[in-house]
């Protein structure tokens, strides 16, 4: 086998090394930035007045919509419900479940109520 001249992209076994600039050489490490750098970095990325913002109506970062209030149910109200269908309230467990007698079954539905709706 004839040697390879030095410039080759080849090392003298025949096999591609891995000095060609893509792959990093043992011992070397990538650069930080300075300490004066880090510190100013670190102050810009959170700052405490990020909550206390006026918002633009024009913006499309408008703050989420509030949540709209718990539907109230009383005994004997008509509701329909997705997965169950047509039901009447037989129980009322203050604000966070109602029990609901559909004609097959009864089941506790707890709140929020999002796929039950008061007829």
Request: aromatic share 6%; proline share 13%.
């Amino acid at each position: 086998m004839t040697p390879l001249p030095p410039w080759s992209p080849k090392g003298t076994d025949g096999r591609s090394r891995p000095d060609n600039g893509l792959v990093p050489k043992a011992g070397s490490r990538a650069k930080s930035a300075p300490a004066w750098d880090r510190e100013r970095h670190k102050h810009m990325v959170n700052s405490a007045s990020a909550g206390s913002r006026r918002y633009l109506p024009s913006s499309p970062f408008k703050p989420p919509p509030e949540a709209p209030p718990v539907e109230r149910y009383a005994l004997h109200d008509l509701v329909t419900h997705d997965k169950y269908g047509l039901g009447r309230v037989i129980l009322v467990e203050g604000e966070t479940s109602v029990v609901v007698d559909f004609a097959p079954r009864k089941v506790r539905i707890v709140a929020p109520f999002a796929r039950m709706i008061k007829l």
